[in-house]
Nanobody
Framework: QVQLVESGGGLVQPGGSLRLSCAVSGSIFSIYTMGWYRQAPGKQRELVALITTGNSTNYADSVKGRFTIPRDNAKNTMYLQMNSLKPEDTAVYYC?????????WGQGTQVTVSS
């Protein structure tokens, strides 16, 4: 019954920044590790960032040092702060639990990095 809704994507030039939001129905941050995934055309989804119930974080090597995954428990919202964006970051971004045990995904939000 938990629903995840991504927003905040858009078109940005290389070196720019975006802040994605993941609105969660219900208070699940105390129960599950949460993460951001992305999928480029013709590629499989990959996990790029996660945050645990204890607020520990981990990032894929490809985004480490550029992305952060803050969270606002009171607002039931998780974010992906994306800085120093590169064309290789172009993808549809999704939020979900980690690991994904149910094959259920939202619409995602498109991020396009292009000059």
């Amino acid at each position: 019954q938990v629903q995840l809704v991504e927003s905040g994507g858009g078109l940005v030039q290389p070196g720019g920044s975006l802040r994605l939001s993941c609105a969660v129905s219900g208070s699940i941050f105390s129960i599950y590790t949460m993460g951001w995934y992305r999928q480029a055309p013709g590629k499989q989804r990959e996990l790029v960032a996660l945050i645990t119930t204890g607020n520990s974080t981990n990032y894929a090597d490809s985004v480490k040092g550029r992305f952060t995954i803050p969270r606002d428990n009171a607002k039931n919202t998780m974010y992906l702060q994306m800085n120093s964006l590169k064309p290789e970051d172009t993808a549809v971004y999704y939020c979900n639990v980690v690991p994904v045990l149910r094959n259920s995904w939202g619409q995602g939000t498109q991020v396009t990095v292009s000059s």
